[in-house]
């Protein structure tokens, strides 16, 4: 057995976060870092592949099998498959896995086999919100995702501007940008003085000449079609009088509460964990809409938002004090299991 006074050394499969790394890995870098009890580890393949580790932490495994060229892709799947090969046969290395989302990405067959392996060797899985579905008997802790307060409280904020309709983020066909783009011209109708602004990278040039033809004949519209520094997207979402967030699949989105942290409320499709987000932080910060978003559903979210009197969202569950704590309890647990022989039950992927 381990020894319980020893720091357990632990591996993320995250590297040095760099200024376009996502804000919640480097928080929690920053947050591991400062935790009794853990050696935080960041990646590296030859350590990952070689070195000695209690346990290792995925997030989003599937960034780890795509390289910049095809030759690239072919080596990163090879040293993935070695390394959850590593993970299968240790009876001392301990997997964790973070949930950030539930279903596998678009990927090729052998991809997608890699994926659910790496999945079902997880000791202990880390959930972000109350509603992701696991099976009976899986392994897990609530750790709510952090907010954003702190890490954009250094940047200014712009004046919000009455009826300007923000979104913002990577721009990808799943996050429903089209549709709002579409949602945009019905409510022109209703409220002509109403604006837009659409702030990210697209995922394709074909998607952003998509949009751009979208929105030629539109008023009010400002594209900004790619990367945003912190002080843009502060200055975006700040400037919005609501943040919309027209995603079609939505579990954990990083951007909810980057909004919410900049005191924007926010409209988002009605599902179980947006449910408990708006109950958690008060229904008026995050209006719903069912189905497809339309016109008439921005102009009515508009006049809801109006109507709210708190100065902020309450966020008080999704501080980071706790955060590193709450993962080595995990790590700890995860490594009981694996030192004890439990197999790893359940999945979290659909089609595992």
């Given amino acids: 057995m381990s020894d319980p006074q020893r720091p357990l050394r ?3 499969s995250f590297g040095a976060p760099r200024v376009t790394t996502n804000p919640y890995i480097t928080m929690l870098d920053e947050a591991l870092a400062a935790t009794d009890g853990v050696e935080h580890v960041r990646f590296s393949w030859r350590e990952a592949l070689l070195g000695r580790y209690d346990v290792f932490h995925w997030h989003w495994p599937e960034v780890k099998l795509h390289g910049a060229s095809a030759v690239s892709s072919v080596g990163k799947y090879a040293l993935t498959a070695l390394l959850a090969l590593r993970h299968g046969l240790s009876r001392r290395i301990a997997v964790v896995r973070t949930v950030h989302n539930l279903d596998l990405p678009d990927d090729n067959a052998a991809r997608l086999w890699l994926l659910r392996r790496i999945d079902r060797e997880a000791d202990h899985r880390i959930v972000l919100n109350e509603t992701t579905p696991l099976p009976p008997g899986t392994a897990q ?3 709510l995702h952090g907010h954003y307060r702190d ?3 250094v940047q200014p904020r712009a004046d919000r501007v009455r009826g300007r309709l923000g979104t913002f ?6 996050k429903g940008v089209s549709g709002f783009v579409d949602a945009y011209a019905d409510a022109l109708a209703v409220d002509p003085g109403i604006s837009m602004v659409i702030g990210g990278k697209a995922s394709s040039i074909e998607l952003a000449e998509d949009l751009r033809s979208r929105v030629a004949d539109l008023p009010n519209v400002t594209l900004q079609l790619e990367f945003l520094s912190d002080a843009e997207l502060v200055e975006l979402v700040t400037g919005s009088e609501l943040v919309v967030l027209a995603y079609r699949f939505m579990h954990n989105s990083g951007s909810v509460l980057a909004a919410l942290s900049l005191d924007r409320p926010v409209l988002v499709p009605r599902n179980a ?10 229904a008026e910060w995050v209006q719903m809409y069912d189905g497809d978003l339309d016109g008439a559903g921005l102009v009515d979210a508009l006049a809801a938002v109006r109507e709210i009197v708190a100065d902020r969202p309450d966020l008080s569950r999704r501080e980071w004090d706790d955060a590193g704590a709450a993962h080595a309890s995990a790590y700890r647990a995860a490594l009981s299991a694996r030192l004890a022989g439990v197999r790893p039950r359940g999945r979290t992927v659909v089609g595992s």
């Avoid at 983020?169 to 799943?174: E, I, K, L, S, T």
């Avoid at 964990?273 to 008060?282: H, K, Q």
């Fill in 151 to 153: 890490w954009y409280g």
């Fill in 273 to 282: 964990p947006n449910e408990a987000l708006a109950a958690e932080v008060g």
């Fill in 141 to 143: 802790t609530l750790i």
């Fill in 10 to 12: 632990v591996m993320q």
């Fill in 169 to 174: 983020g990577g721009v990808r066909r799943y």
